[in-house]
């Protein structure tokens, strides 16, 4: 296996002013710091965070956050979570549903050397699971997920979840674990009053599905949801025992305006390559390095900067303060307008202290998205 930590690179003691763009980089100040904001939230209450590792897709961030406390890691698919082992990570959850052969193949095989969970929403599934489970002589854990306001998977909370329940409870090779639901739809609402409502609203009716459950005396030892953007919400809500947020750890602007406790620790070096009018700066860091799916990218140090748009290759931005600065051959770092998918455009990231490069990380679990 490689190491997810690259020990021998020579860029490692680096200036970052040095570094060949664009070149994604890590404030590991900054990360240190996300990492123990979101741990010190957790720390004294019911619920553990268990960060998406879908943020930065490197073993190397995980590790840190298994030991500022976190109890495990949440996967998006079998691939990451594979990665995630490989880098030392002794407990994942897929919080998805996993269904094609191959998956679910590679999902058993993990977990005869892993704790392995994943969720479902659909009894074929689950014999689907069941069956490759008895194969590799394992046992899967298994959370149901349900749709209580997100309208993405997951069954219908009440009967039909709890039937699903029932169904998983006395099929072999799996085990019910509990529930999942996210609240996707408001984590990034703007508006803190209907992220909070919206959230509460969701796990109010999750967790009365949880005590229909437990009213047929079947045990739902997990109940796990949860965004950045609400982690203050649903990390706190009576029952709830598990935590996924995680962009919290790279951060972006957009999501920074809803929870500026944390700050922008991952962005792009690039270099100005060219000044084609007087406002105009147009960088080496285009869509292919900057991935703009949601959010503006922003330019650290220059709020008189603009996004203006990114080609593949190019990116273009507007000085809208009358602002001459940056002459060809500078370089800026910009933040990604979404840190996840940016980070999964690069194999490996600068870990950054005080200007030089103090590590370098594979993001191994990047473009494993089977
Ligand atoms: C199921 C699930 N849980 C948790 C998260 C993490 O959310 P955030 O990046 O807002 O912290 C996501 C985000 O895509 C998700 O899909």
Same mark, same amino acid.
């Given at each position: 296996?490689?190491?997810?930590?690259?020990?021998?690179? $020579?860029? %490692?003691?680096?200036?970052?002013?040095?570094?060949?763009?664009?070149?994604?980089?890590?404030?590991?100040?900054?990360?240190?710091?996300?990492?123990?904001?979101?741990?010190?939230?957790?720390?004294?209450?019911?619920?553990? #965070?268990? $960060?998406?590792?879908?943020?930065?897709?490197?073993?190397?961030?995980?590790? #840190?956050?298994?030991?500022?406390?976190?109890?495990?890691?949440?996967?998006?698919? =079998?691939?990451?979570?594979?990665?995630?082992?490989?880098?030392?990570?002794?407990?994942?959850?897929?919080?998805?549903?996993?269904?094609?052969?191959?998956?679910?193949?590679?999902?058993?095989?993990?977990?005869?050397?892993? *704790?392995?969970?994943?969720?479902?929403?659909?009894? *074929?599934?689950?014999?689907?699971? /069941?069956?490759?489970?008895? *194969?590799?002589?394992?046992?899967?854990? %298994?959370?149901? &997920?349900?749709?209580?306001?997100?309208?993405?998977?997951?069954?219908?909370?009440?009967?039909?979840?709890? &039937? %699903?329940?029932?169904?998983? =409870?006395?099929?072999?090779?799996?085990?019910?674990?509990?529930?999942?639901?996210?609240?996707?739809?408001?984590?990034?609402?703007?508006?803190?009053?209907?992220?909070?409502?919206?959230?509460?609203?969701?796990?109010?009716?999750?967790?009365?599905?949880?005590?229909?459950?437990?009213?047929?005396?079947?045990?739902? $030892?997990? =109940?796990?949801?949860?965004?950045?953007?609400?982690?203050?919400?649903?990390?706190?809500?009576?029952?709830?025992? &598990?935590?996924? @947020?995680?962009?919290?750890?790279?951060?972006? $602007?957009?999501?920074?305006?809803?929870?500026?406790?944390?700050?922008?620790?991952? @962005? =792009? #070096?690039?270099?100005?390559?060219?000044?084609?009018?007087?406002?105009?700066?147009?960088?080496?860091?285009?869509?292919?390095? %900057?991935?703009?799916?949601?959010?503006?990218?922003?330019?650290?140090?220059?709020?008189?900067?603009?996004?203006?748009?990114?080609?593949?290759?190019?990116?273009?931005?507007?000085?809208?303060?009358? /602002?001459?600065?940056?002459?060809?051959?500078?370089?800026?770092?910009?933040?990604?307008?979404?840190?996840?998918?940016?980070?999964?455009?690069?194999?490996?990231?600068?870990?950054?202290?005080?200007?030089?490069?103090?590590?370098?990380?594979?993001?191994?679990?990047?473009?494993?998205?089977?």
């Amino acid at each position: 296996m490689i190491p997810d930590v690259i020990v021998d690179h $020579p860029h %490692l003691g680096w200036s970052v002013y040095d570094l060949p763009t664009p070149a994604p980089l890590v404030d590991l100040n900054m990360l240190d710091a996300n990492i123990a904001t979101m741990a010190a939230f957790f720390q004294n209450r019911p619920a553990s #965070l268990r $960060p998406h590792a879908k943020t930065h897709r490197a073993p190397a961030v995980a590790r #840190l956050q298994i030991a500022a406390g976190a109890r495990g890691i949440t996967c998006a698919k =079998v691939g990451m979570a594979e990665a995630m082992v490989d880098g030392g990570i002794d407990d994942v959850y897929v919080a998805n549903q996993v269904v094609g052969k191959d998956a679910i193949a590679r999902l058993c095989a993990l977990a005869q050397r892993s *704790r392995v969970s994943v969720a479902v929403d659909d009894a *074929r599934n689950v014999a689907m699971l /069941s069956d490759a489970a008895q *194969r590799y002589g394992v046992t899967l854990d %298994l959370l149901i &997920e349900i749709n209580a306001g997100m309208d993405r998977c997951g069954v219908l909370p009440g009967a039909p979840t709890f &039937e %699903l329940a029932t169904t998983i =409870v006395g099929t072999p090779g799996v085990r019910f674990k509990g529930l999942h639901v996210y609240e996707g739809h408001v984590v990034q609402h703007s508006d803190g009053a209907v992220r909070k409502a919206e959230t509460e609203k969701m796990l109010a009716i999750a967790m009365e599905t949880r005590d229909l459950i437990l009213s047929a005396g079947i045990p739902v $030892p997990t =109940v796990t949801c949860g965004g950045t953007g609400t982690y203050d919400i649903s990390g706190a809500y009576p029952g709830v025992t &598990e935590h996924q @947020s995680g962009s919290y750890v790279y951060m972006d $602007p957009g999501y920074q305006t809803k929870v500026p406790v944390f700050g922008l620790a991952f @962005s =792009v #070096l690039c270099t100005v390559i060219s000044r084609p009018t007087p406002e105009t700066v147009i960088t080496d860091g285009g869509l292919q390095v %900057l991935a703009n799916d949601s959010g503006m990218p922003a330019v650290k140090g220059f709020p008189g900067l603009e996004y203006a748009y990114l080609s593949e290759e190019h990116g273009s931005f507007t000085f809208v303060d009358g /602002s001459t600065a940056l002459p060809v051959g500078e370089v800026v770092e910009v933040y990604p307008g979404h840190c996840c998918s940016a980070a999964n455009l690069h194999d490996q990231v600068y870990g950054v202290r005080q200007g030089k490069v103090e590590t370098i990380w594979r993001a191994t679990a990047r473009g494993k998205s089977q």
